[in-house]
């Protein structure tokens, strides 16, 4: 059975960070892009980041260029968020996710990647 979870999330000030994490098992997602998608109340769930197979592509929302790091660590099957100067704008429940396609590719995935963990909270109060 494969599962995505993640780990980290939490309630954190405007201009603070946090350190996502997420823990793929079940299958090999040697051959997988694995990132990181998002859905604040009320809205679409988007891509926030991710990183393809062989680490040489990422992508990075618009919003969170500058701020926010995708890495993963393929012998553990593991991907990470580094979120720097979060704001309350970033609230959101964010999803750990693998697909085949390229990152690039991850906005037009419309939220719903082939494979996609349960979600954890990340509160950024003002």
């Known amino acids: 059975q494969v599962q995505l979870v993640e780990s980290g999330g939490g309630l954190v000030q405007a201009g603070g960070s946090l350190r996502l994490s997420c823990a793929a098992s079940?299958?090999?997602?040697?051959?997988?892009?694995m990132g990181w998608f998002r859905q604040a109340p009320g809205k679409e769930r988007e891509a926030v980041a991710a990183m393809s197979y062989n680490l040489g592509t990422t992508y990075y929302a618009d919003s969170v260029k500058g701020r926010f790091t995708v890495s993963r660590d393929k012998a553990k099957n593991t991907v990470y968020l580094q979120m720097n100067s979060l704001n309350p704008e970033d609230t959101a429940v964010y999803y750990c996710a693998a697909d085949v396609n390229s990152p690039l590719v991850w906005p037009n995935l419309f939220g719903n990647p082939e494979f996609r963990g349960q979600g954890t909270l990340v509160t950024v109060s003002s």
């Open positions: 079940g299958r090999s997602f040697s051959r997988y892009a």
